[in-house]
């Protein structure tokens, strides 16, 4: 059959504005047309004010007949908001655009196929509504991993069958899940599970994620297996949205921006034996206080080992804010004195770093990472073993996962958190963050051949025959059969 013969369809991506985000739902938009070319992908864009690095990523994408970026009207987010309320109240704003949209596509059937199915952010499930009004099928693409997502949907079901609630899980010091072969301990749950003036939004938000067909998940069954069978045999787990682990789900050659200090990194890097640097990044929003600096600054120097530490600036209007760089001549009061010259020959204090190249470099030997679900992924897929020190959203689950399950890292801590006005839970203090130091870098640990045996595992997942291969499959056969020839 000739292609132009080809029965054809349309999707509907709506991502969130969020680049971390935004970046692995565009990725898994790309392997989705690479893998079948009867798709035409539409991606429809809600833009944020002052969100320049989503926009330039947007800007990069090499558009095709087969992906079509379309920018939705700007609407102004209400004023004194928390993000979590104006992200929410930015989607319904944009509810009548997206139906304009969809309805312009429909329009375009003879010559793109029909509208087969939506694909949300795990943000926007809101928006599946919308697809329902289309009589098309819904999908939320998860941007974590499965593990967090079977704690999310087990809870619901608790708080909404059982008349459970965050009081009573506080005064436990754990708790069986489904999707986890140890008990979950509460201090390793996400802040919005343990806080009654978040359990609304928590309810809501848990909610919409059992309302589509299916969920897209960026993991891969070889790394959460135990989560996946669980999913499909588990009597709790029952019943829930069919899940789809098609990941990882990253850019391995990321064309990050080039600048004379990151060129200046990789130099560097270049000139260090393999595996000897530790790596210290905590993400988009991972910023510190003066006095915990100060105890990083002396496990560094204490530990004696090679490293580069991305240490950005703390917004003043709390932890949402990204952060930003410091000024070179804030770094020396910031520091200990001293420790620029004493530590010159072996590492390196740089604010924005490429995470990708880094980790991809022979000479980085162990990651000290905020546990986010992207970094994790990088992390494994280059086998760079992490030292876990998660911050937000669900990084205590994950670093719980990588620790205690998997055994796939080492900890420094599982249950530090930051708050949304930017309070830091407590001070860790530098022998203990010394000792993760040490211990990721160790060439013939336990954890390091576990993350290499899984990084293997990770480039072949998506290869024919791989599991996240099958998955995706499966999701396309899906979709395509509610295309009628």
């Given at each position: 059959?000739?292609?132009?013969?080809?029965?054809?369809?349309?999707?509907?991506?709506?991502?969130?504005?969020?680049?971390?985000?935004?970046?692995?739902?565009?990725?898994?938009?790309?392997?989705?047309?690479?893998?079948?070319?009867?798709?035409?992908?539409?991606?429809?864009?809600?833009?944020?004010?002052?969100?320049?690095?989503?926009?330039?990523?947007?800007?990069?994408?090499?558009?095709?007949?087969?992906?079509?970026?379309?920018?939705?009207?700007?609407?102004?987010?209400?004023?004194?908001?928390?993000?979590?309320?104006?992200?929410?109240?930015?989607?319904d704003s944009q509810k009548p655009n997206v139906k304009q949209a969809v309805s312009n596509l429909t329009a375009q059937e003879q010559q793109h196929g029909p509208l087969a199915a939506f694909i949300v952010?795990?943000?926007?499930?809101?928006?599946?509504?919308?697809?329902?009004?289309?009589?098309?099928?819904?999908?939320?693409?998860?941007?974590?991993?499965?593990?967090?997502?079977?704690?999310?949907?087990?809870?619901?079901?608790?708080?909404?069958?059982d008349n459970f609630d965050s009081t009573q899980l506080l005064q436990k010091n754990e708790l069986a899940v489904p999707s986890f072969v140890n008990s979950v301990p509460i201090n390793s749950f996400p802040s919005s599970m343990l806080q009654k003036e978040r359990e609304s939004f928590f309810m809501s938000y848990v909610g919409g994620?059992?309302?589509?067909?299916?969920?897209?998940?960026?993991?891969?069954?070889?790394?959460?297996?135990?989560?996946?069978?669980?999913?499909?045999?588990?009597?709790?787990?029952?019943?829930?949205?069919?899940?789809?682990?098609v990941g990882p789900l990253l850019n391995p050659e990321p064309k990050t921006k080039s600048t004379a200090d990151s060129d200046d990194i990789i130099i560097w890097l270049d000139d260090q034996p393999p595996s000897s640097v530790v790596f210290l990044?905590?993400?988009?929003?991972g910023s510190?206080?003066?006095?915990?600096?100060?105890?990083?600054?002396?496990?560094?120097?204490?530990?004696?080992?090679?490293?580069?530490?991305?240490?950005?600036?703390?917004?003043?209007?709390?932890?949402?804010p990204a952060p930003s760089d410091y000024p070179l001549s804030d770094l020396d009061s910031l520091l200990p004195n001293g420790f620029l010259d004493r530590t010159a020959e072996i590492g390196k204090v740089v604010g924005w770093a490429p995470q990708s190249q880094i980790l991809a470099h022979q000479a980085t030997g162990g990651f000290v990472s905020h546990c986010g679900w992207n970094s994790i992924l990088e992390s494994i897929y280059f086998g760079v073993p992490i030292a876990t020190w998660p911050l937000c959203?669900?990084?205590?689950?994950?670093?719980?996962?990588?620790?205690?399950?998997?055994?796939?890292?080492?900890?420094?801590?599982?249950?530090?958190?930051v708050e949304l006005n930017g309070e830091h839970s407590y001070l860790l203090r530098a022998d203990k963050i010394e000792r993760g130091i040490k211990s990721v870098?160790?060439?013939?640990?336990?954890?390091?051949?576990?993350?290499?045996?899984?990084?293997?595992?990770?480039?072949?997942?998506?290869?024919?025959?791989?599991?996240?291969?099958?998955?995706?499959?499966?999701l396309i056969d899906y979709i395509m059969n509610q295309v009628s020839d």
């Open positions: 059959m000739s292609i132009s013969m080809m029965k054809k369809a349309q999707v509907v991506f709506i991502p969130s504005s969020s680049l971390s985000h935004l970046v692995s739902t565009l990725e898994f938009a790309k392997l989705l047309i690479n893998r079948d070319n009867r798709f035409r992908l539409n991606v429809l864009v809600m833009k944020l004010p002052n969100n320049s690095e989503a926009e330039s990523y947007i800007d990069s994408l090499p558009i095709s007949d087969s992906l079509h970026v379309i920018n939705l009207p700007e609407t102004s987010l209400p004023p004194n908001t928390d993000r979590a309320s104006a992200m929410m109240a930015l989607i952010d795990m943000s926007c499930t809101t928006m599946i509504d919308v697809a329902k009004e289309f009589s098309v099928p819904s999908f939320v693409f998860f941007t974590s991993g499965v593990a967090s997502l079977g704690l999310m949907l087990h809870l619901h079901t608790l708080f909404e069958r994620l059992k309302k589509p067909n299916g969920i897209i998940v960026n993991s891969f069954e070889e790394l959460e297996s135990h989560v996946v069978h669980s999913f499909f045999s588990h009597p709790d787990l029952a019943g829930l949205p069919t899940i789809y682990p990044c905590f993400g988009t929003r510190f206080y003066a006095d915990q600096i100060q105890e990083i600054a002396h496990a560094i120097e204490n530990s004696g080992v090679r490293f580069i530490w991305s240490l950005r600036k703390p917004s003043s209007k709390g932890f949402i959203a669900e990084q205590q689950t994950n670093a719980f996962e990588l620790v205690s399950e998997l055994k796939i890292a080492v900890e420094i801590a599982l249950d530090y958190r870098l160790d060439k013939n640990g336990e954890v390091r051949k576990k993350v290499k045996e899984m990084s293997e595992k990770s480039k072949k997942t998506l290869l024919e025959g791989g599991s996240s291969y099958t998955y995706l499959g499966n």
